[in-house]
């Protein structure tokens, strides 16, 4: 599975670098997972929230146009909340 999705980045990476698509944003490369805490560290925003039946809250972030949602999670014995996922808003 990691070569295969190295070889898909190695090959998007050429693509971009021939001027036929964007670069994708840091949050989007693989070599970290996207969580809140990385997006806040690359200037996001936090522009709106949402609360789940299930527990959890979700939050929007923006840099300029790009939007995430981020789901985040917690219990009482747990000791920080945790991103469960962070998606880019299309």
Do not use: H
Not at 60 to 81: A, D
Request: proline letters at 7%; one cysteine or more.
């Amino acid at each position: 599975m990691r070569v295969v999705q190295a070889r898909v980045w190695i090959v998007a990476a050429a693509v971009s670098a021939c001027g036929i698509v964007p670069a994708l944003p840091q949050a989007m490369r693989p070599s970290e997972k996207t969580t809140v805490g990385t997006l806040l560290a690359q200037d996001y925003a936090i522009v709106g929230t949402t609360s789940s039946s299930s527990g959890g809250a979700g939050l929007f972030l923006r840099k300029g146009s790009l939007l995430y949602f981020c789901f985040v999670t917690e219990t009482p014995q747990s000791p920080k909340v945790t991103t469960n996922y962070c998606k880019p808003v299309e």
